[in-house]
């Protein structure tokens, strides 16, 4: 109890307060005006208008299509990479530093970095592309609504990838060799021993990373702050910048707390699914 | 077929994960090493179509310029290097005895409570941001360090309590039973017995700590100003200022991901066990 009990303490401070008070927030109309925060309490009015609000909707809009695609894209490219390096010549470490550098940088100077390359006038995206042949003149490709919430969704999934990729790398090192052994055994092809020997223990894993990219995609922030600010015509306006831009560029704290409560409650079901997923169900497996 | 041969695949599929690993590493590789040549390159051979990369028009004055120039990014190394400390001590301090004990000593619910601990690591950042906003703001504490250091161990306190017992669950138990039958006291056996064998797994927790800190950007973009900015912030301003001198551009950001890249690719065999151990034990 001594050991954990600190922990525990300091977390409850920092968190409890904030938890509790962020569903209260969203029941108040909250201004901060010259630094003085003035709240008086107003029912459900903050949810009444986020279910009349066009941009809300739109943003929530956005935001299914960007976390569906990126879950579908980062799982998949995610399995692909794993098995290249879990395979006899992808072992070598050079390729587990190509995977942790991605990992290592700072969102903010991915985001960066994607904006050069992005570039309308001098990116090297737009070079490469015209050398190839692929496009006659140069694109900018942040600035349609289409292309920019795309190519947000690119660069997310490259920075995404790395970590995906190394859990289901360790999960496929955990899949015990007696079994492809016993497989081949039975006379399974390649194809026969990944369907029903990698796949079938693979499950929790992919599971987990799913859900697990899920949640992280509805928090995708720094990216959009950098790349596109919500624009153009809040194309790239996703819940959680939503949320940011009307809590603290227009102020209004009570209503970005409702957007919040919104995100809040898609990510403690996830949560919830999570913690099914690993819960052990055998007993005394750990402890 | 042989066995190996099923390994490792025929011609057909060596070919296929040759090209897949090709693919893979321009992928990963190719705009990491673009950073690094812009930061290296003359804004002018920066703005030619094609970039023009003859070996003379590569230069440090990039460099030079952005640390001589800009006293924000030192200052914002300074302290994005102080909150990540302080954040990453503290989580160690408080999470070690936390894991051990949720892994190895009879604590009531312990899964439950490890599960309530993972959750928080869940909790979308803004819901918690705009109270703590409120909070510190009445508080006087915006733009400090110190509160910015606390704020993190929101995130770092469960990742440390998460990658420790992770490991915890998986020591032998023979060690604390020796210790138990010697009449060594649980303190005393933590201390003396657990801690020095579990010196990887302490720095993969504190490396993934190091670089969660060291990256983060909400929360110092909600909780500071100018005083306690972190190198994050520095990097998103400088790409809003100077967004037409590339190179400077770069080499500000080749600076701010420098350091954690290194610990990154030291601890990285620690740090894939530790995340991989944390992340999928229940």
């Given at each position: 109890m001594f050991f954990v009990a600190p922990a525990m303490i300091v977390l409850a401070a920092i968190l409890g307060f904030p938890i509790v008070d962020s569903i209260l927030l969203a029941l108040q109309r909250v201004q901060l005006t010259g630094g003085a925060v003035s709240q008086s309490w107003v029912g459900l009015e903050n949810f009444q208008r986020l279910f009349a609000d066009p941009v809300f909707w739109k943003a929530a809009i956005n935001t299914a299509y960007f976390s569906v695609m990126e879950v579908i894209l980062v799982t998949l490219i995610s399995l692909g990479v794993a098995l290249l390096l879990n395979h006899p010549m992808g072992k070598s470490g050079f390729f587990r530093i190509l995977l942790i550098i991605p990992w290592a940088i700072a969102p903010v100077a991915n985001a960066v970095l994607w904006k050069w390359i992005l570039?309308?006038?001098?990116g090297v995206l737009n070079g490469i592309l015209k050398s190839l042949g692929i496009i006659d003149n140069y694109q900018?490709?942040?600035?349609s609504p289409f292309s920019a919430l795309n190519f947000l969704l690119i660069v997310d999934v490259w920075k995404s990838v790395p970590f995906v990729a190394l859990l289901m790398l360790a999960g496929l090192q955990r899949v015990p060799q007696s079994l492809y052994r016993a497989a081949y055994m039975d006379g399974a092809g390649p194809l026969q021993s990944f369907l029903h020997v990698t796949l079938p223990t693979m499950r929790g894993v992919l599971a987990i990373a799913v859900v697990l990219q899920t949640i992280w995609s509805l928090r995708v922030f720094d990216l959009v702050f950098v790349l596109?600010?919500?624009g153009p015509a809040d194309a790239t306006a996703l819940l959680n910048f939503l949320a940011y831009r009307v809590t603290?560029?227009?102020?209004?704290l009570g209503y970005g707390s409702a957007i919040a409560n919104v995100i809040f409650a898609v990510t403690f079901i996830l949560a919830g699914l999570y913690v099914w997923l690993l819960w052990p169900r055998q007993t005394g497996a750990s402890r | 077929m042989s066995f190996a041969r099923l390994q490792h695949g025929g011609p057909v599929r060596q070919t296929v994960v040759l090209a897949g690993l090709a693919v893979f590493v321009v992928w990963s590789a190719g705009p990491v090493l673009w950073l690094v040549l812009s930061s290296l390159l003359q804004q002018k051979a920066l703005i030619q179509q094609p970039p023009d990369?003859?070996?003379?028009?590569?230069?440090l004055t990039n460099f030079t310029t952005v640390v001589g120039a800009a006293a924000a990014l030192g200052r914002g190394i300074f302290n994005s290097l102080v909150v990540a400390l302080f954040s990453t001590a503290v989580a160690l301090a408080l999470g070690a005895p936390a894991a051990y004990a949720l892994a190895?000593?009879?604590?009531?619910r312990a899964n439950g409570i490890a599960f309530l601990i993972l959750a928080t690591?869940?909790?979308?950042?803004i819901a918690i941001a705009i109270p703590l906003f409120i909070l510190i703001s009445k508080l006087g504490l915006i733009d400090n360090v110190l509160s910015l250091g606390v704020v993190y161990l929101s995130f770092n306190l469960p990742i440390v309590i998460w990658i420790l017992r992770g490991f915890f669950t998986s020591i032998p138990v023979g060690l604390e039973k020796a210790a138990a039958v010697d009449g060594v006291g649980i303190f005393a056996t933590f201390w003396y017995i657990v801690l020095p064998i579990s010196i990887p797994p302490l720095t993969a927790a504190a490396v993934f700590a190091f670089v969660e800190a060291w990256n983060e950007f909400f929360f110092a973009l909600i909780l500071?100003?100018?005083?306690?900015?972190t190198v994050p912030l520095v990097i998103a301003q400088f790409a809003g200022q100077y967004q037409t001198v590339f190179g400077q551009m770069m080499a500000a950001a080749v600076i701010s991901v420098t350091p954690v890249i290194i610990l990154a690719i030291l601890f990285r065999n620690q740090i894939i066990r530790g995340f991989a151990d944390g992340m999928m034990k229940g």
């Open positions: 570039h309308a006038n001098y900018v490709w942040l600035g596109t600010r919500g603290f560029n227009f102020l209004d | 990369l003859s070996p003379a028009n590569f230069t190895r000593l009879p604590v009531p690591q869940m909790l979308p950042g500071t100003r100018q005083h306690a900015q």
